[in-house]
């Protein structure tokens, strides 16, 4: 997201700047709530706050990943550092709030900021299977190993502290390795608490972006074939033609969805007809979640982070003695 290149630095293009003031105040709206994905916007906010707001959810907000793997037998042909690797990259569904950050110098966890995980499979020969086969499915018996062979060991007491927990991997057809027969992994896993600026592995989002609001505006009535071509020239759903007494005319539908292609501005016939910007206090977020949180609980939880920010610096400048 570049958010310093709003349209008046492009040819063509002017600012919605002067139109869309800082009048309205600041808020957000729900657009899009889907298993895994939210699309909201932010209303009435600076560049700087949306930016802010967008890294703290990629880089700030905690979540529990694979962190050290004890390697007791691994005769498969992925080589243990390889293997550890893609352990840790597996998202684990455990909510970070119920735990500590584990102290940098701890070689052992405990109940509190620590949760354990086994991987132990061995591969063997299906003998019921048929002579003329050659599917691996068919001759073998675990020779896919999936995330869902993970399964949680409780350490210490945690049983009684989680009684209705449900640690395990997001998704359980995570292909971690391919074994063939008398090839065997035993594992065990610490997973601990950490954030993505210290490790991608902690990120809780697939993905947490923003745009600004396109801002279209016809200058003059389009119509006929002039109207069918802005149409092409916009993404699907953007531009629409209605039937005004036997004419074909344009007019904007949905200005959200354009993506800011600038094929307009190839046809000299319509490039002077059309005012393309960019409200600059109005941002749509896109936040995907990679599964360990909802994407609710991941905004709220950037709000906080982002508060808490905010009031350290004001806890700074109130400390700071006064001339």
Known sequence: ???????????????????????????????????????????????????????????????????????????????????????????????????????????????????QFQLKIKCSRNPQAAKESSDPNELYFNHKVYSKHMTWVPLGNQTDLFPDADFRPVHDDILIALLRPGQEIDVLMHCVKGIGKDHAKFSPVATASYRLLPDITLLQPVEDEAAEMLQKCFSPGVIEIQNVKGKKVARVANARLDTFSREVFRHDSLKNLVRLARVRNHYIFSVESTGILPPDVLVSEAIKILMGKCQRFLNELDSLPME
């Open 1 to 115: 997201v570049h958010t310093t290149d709003f349209p008046g630095n492009y040819p063509g293009y002017e600012d919605a700047w002067d139109q869309r003031r800082f009048e309205e105040a600041f808020r957000v709206d729900i657009i899009r709530e889907e298993e895994g994905a939210l699309e909201f916007d932010m209303v009435g906010i600076d560049a700087a706050i949306a930016n802010a707001f967008r890294r703290i959810l990629l880089a700030e907000v905690p979540t529990m990943a694979v962190e050290k793997v004890f390697v007791y037998n691994n005769t498969s042909i992925v080589q243990d550092e390889i293997l550890a690797h893609r352990l840790g990259l597996i998202p684990i569904r455990a909510d970070p709030r119920l735990f500590e950050y584990r102290n940098q110098g701890d070689e052992e966890g405990t109940e509190i900021d620590t949760l």
